[in-house]
């Protein structure tokens, strides 16, 4: 006998075994079968809106990134990543030998202009006695006077000078701006910091937004105050839009919207959603979430024919809002869907009709 034929024959008797077991299965199944009370709702069409998703993320609306205000080597940083801190906290420190240097060097041009401001007062004061007496002429006089009043300015910009150095001292501790946590750490000990350039990012996680881009036609159908679905964690939140960017980015073309919302207290900056915005409706067919189920992995809903005998038929999803889902593809105006009871069941089962507003 030819392989094929062999192959033929196997393929034939294994059949054979499988359709032989199907047949007590199915004969279980009828006995099975089972009346089951259930709310249906029948179909038509509805208005169901159109929505347009866009990917977003959480963001901390008050962040700050800490630079220092001095040129100079990092000496320490006291926290790090993740680590809460206070108002007024220490975080890092400049070597602060270069503006001790210049503190000590302001120091003694404040001593040298004091000296010179007290030979000049002194010389000030006998001339004015000359002069009180008419024995010195009002030209010499008036030098003198000049003198001493160059040495007043001299001697008060020393002093400011002093203070503007003494004052950069003080910005050789930098501490934290606000209450919040460290999210970045951009430098290390010993780097080399610079005025404007980040050494931290600290930011409040106690005040949350939702930040996304979308493209010119969502933008015009956005208004301020206005309503959207964010999707974060497994979770649809309602947010509300509370800041619109006209000016769209140069490279990407979009803008920038950020949104309120309430329910993302739990989680974290940096955390990806997917920001839904309703943009227009259309004619549809909707179903009540009750209504879909999962069996084997297949999303569907149970129909009921005129006999009352209940269908699982798969179905494709589209939007949700409200409780309500879109259903793309499976179900036509007229069907009648079974909405409450659904996990107790089973194609081929009776289901006593109640019927409910759709």
């Known amino acids: 006998m030819k392989v094929q034929e062999i192959s033929m024959l196997t393929v034939a008797a294994t ?5 032989a077991g199907c047949k007590p299965h199915d004969q279980t199944a009828a006995t099975q079968i089972k009346t089951v009370n259930g709310q249906i709702i029948v179909l038509s069409l509805t208005d169901i809106p ?19 205000r001095l ?7 006291s926290v790090h990543e993740g680590e809460t801190v206070k108002v007024g906290q220490l975080l890092f420190s400049i070597d602060p030998t270069d503006i001790k240097g210049q503190v000590d060097q302001a120091r003694a041009g404040l001593a040298q202009a004091e000296a010179a401001l007290n030979d000049a007062k002194t010389d000030y004061e006998r001339f004015s006695n000359l002069y009180k007496e008419e024995s010195i002429p009002k030209a010499q006089y008036d030098k003198i006077k000049l003198q ?23 910005y050789a501790e930098v501490r934290s701006p606000i209450d919040g946590v460290v999210t970045q750490k951009m430098a290390n000990k010993g780097d080399l910091a610079a005025p404007g350039r980040p050494v931290l990012v600290v930011e409040n996680p106690a005040k949350l ?3 996304t881009s979308v493209s010119d036609e969502t933008y015009s159908h956005l ?22 960017v006209s000016a769209a980015d140069t490279m990407s073309h979009t803008h920038l919207v950020k949104l ?7 989680f974290s900056s ?34 009921v024919d005129g006999d009352g005998t209940a269908h699982y038929r798969m179905v494709r999803t589209g939007s949700a809002q409200d409780g309500v889902i879109g259903i793309e593809a499976g179900l036509n105006p007229g069907d009648k869907v079974v909405v409450s009871n659904t996990s107790d069941i089973n194609s081929g089962d009776k289901v006593n009709l109640t019927e409910s507003n759709p």
Do not use: C
Not at 50 to 68: C, L, M, R, W
Not at 71 to 77: F, H, P, V
Not at 225 to 242: C, H, N
């Open 15 to 19: 059949l054979f075994l499988s359709l």
């Open 50 to 68: 159109v929505a347009d998703a866009a990917p977003g993320e959480i963001i901390a609306e008050q962040q700050v990134q800490v630079a220092s």
């Open 270 to 303: 940096g955390t990806f959603a997917r920001v839904r915005f309703t943009v227009g409706s259309r004619k549809g067919i909707s179903v009540p979430k009750s209504a879909l189920l999962e069996r084997a992995g297949i999303t569907g809903v149970f129909v």
């Open 223 to 244: 208004q301020m105050g206005g309503s959207a679905t964010v999707e974060v964690g497994g979770d649809a939140l309602p947010g509300k839009i509370v800041r619109l």
């Open 260 to 266: 309120d919302v309430p329910g993302i207290k739990g």
């Open 148 to 170: 001493y009043n160059i040495a007043q300015s001299q001697a008060n910009a020393a002093q400011a000078g002093l203070n503007t150095a003494e004052s950069q001292l003080h």
């Open 209 to 211: 937004t939702v930040q």
């Open 71 to 77: 040129m100079g080597y990092i000496r320490d940083i």
